[in-house]
């Protein structure tokens, strides 16, 4: 402020002593001045509203406060905008999050259908649900860490990639929640048929008695879900496995060796599996169809947000060379102005 006041002493021929006197009147009128010359620098062109006033005072205070500013200032530019970087770099974050939490789901799903893996095929399993969710998860990620680059550096080509693997992620997950929901009753027969392929055709037979993966896939899903067989217990063919037998027929220390080979249907599961397996596996797909709308949902903020964040670099990059060109003249103008006031 050393700079103002000796300036206003020249301009306005006060004396030391008027200053001593009247020092609160003439700082809250330079305040003042400096709040309305910040206001008048804010327009799109300052230089036409400020060379309107004759006297040098405002040029002067404006002269100080330009001086105090940040080089990188200048009374044309537009501030810059944050809550678009601020909602990217949430959503990228969030979506990071939630791309764990999707490849954790894969993970666990991978862990549950190898208890009964061999009794349907891949592309009908769990398995698919598994794979889906980490390819997801997986995807998830990289798109959240493509956004978190983008709104560092602002580059607009990072936006362009970020906004393009956001609607491609999107696509991919609508499809996936709209084939979970739409082919559930086709689904539920292709369980049934392939359970009855596994049962009946090589299990039965004494020699398929060999296959371990296939026995220990049924003894689980019997003991699991408390079924047995694909309808009920009769498609054994009198070959019941001690799975199917319900512990609660027997005491504690009671044996249940060769049980399904006595003849008494009531210490039997009497559900079919083909429906507890069902739904089950419907319960899974289910999941993936509405994990699948949710993340959807969320890829369309994170795509707004990065199409504003987009436009807006894009507006300061054209108006960067501009901007300063005024400033320049303005500068240059004033300066002028200033010196033939004085002369």
């Known amino acids: ?197 596994h049962l009946l055709t090589p299990f039965v037979s004494e020699h398929a008695r060999d296959s371990k993966g296939l026995r220990i896939s049924w003894d689980t899903l019997q003991s699991k879900f408390k079924c047995c067989g694909a309808e009920s217990y009769k498609d054994w063919a009198g070959k019941v496995p001690e799975s199917c037998c319900d512990p609660s027929f027997f005491h504690e220390n009671g044996s249940m060796i060769n049980c399904g080979r006595i003849n008494k249907p009531n210490i039997l599961f009497q559900k079919g599996c083909y429906e507890a397996f069902s739904d089950w596996l419907l319960e899974h797909m289910q999941l993936v169809g509405a994990m699948g709308i949710f993340l959807a949902c969320i890829q369309v903020f994170g795509l707004l947000a990065s199409a504003l964040l987009y436009v807006d670099i894009f507006k300061r990059e054209r108006n960067r060379g501009k901007n300063y060109q005024l400033c320049s003249r303005t500068e240059t103008d004033s300066r002028n102005k200033r010196n033939t006031s004085y002369t």
Request: glycine share 6%; hydrophobic share 45%.
């Open 1 to 197: 402020m050393l700079t103002f006041f000796g300036k206003m002493l020249i301009d306005d021929q006060l004396s030391v002593s008027k200053i001593i006197q009247n020092w609160r009147k003439i700082v809250r009128i330079s305040i003042n001045q400096i709040g309305i010359s910040i206001t008048i620098s804010e327009g799109n062109k300052p230089s036409q509203r400020l060379d309107k006033k004759e006297s040098g005072k405002r040029l002067i205070v404006w002269r100080v406060v330009r001086n105090v500013l940040p080089p990188t200032f200048k009374r044309t530019q537009r501030p810059p905008v944050f809550m678009e970087k601020y909602i990217i770099l949430n959503y990228s974050t969030s979506s990071q999050i939630l791309g764990l939490v999707s490849l954790g789901i894969g993970i666990w799903l991978y862990t549950e259908r190898t208890d009964y893996s061999d009794l349907t095929s891949h592309a009908f399993g769990a398995y698919s649900a598994s794979a889906l969710f980490g390819a997801a998860g997986a995807t998830i990620i990289i798109v959240g860490f493509v956004g978190c680059c983008g709104v560092w550096v602002e580059n607009r080509n990072f936006i362009i990639l970020y906004m393009i693997l956001v609607v491609l992620l999107f696509i991919i997950e609508l499809t996936a929640a709209v084939l979970a929901f739409i082919y559930k009753s086709e689904m539920t027969e292709i369980i049934r048929l392939e359970l009855h392929n």
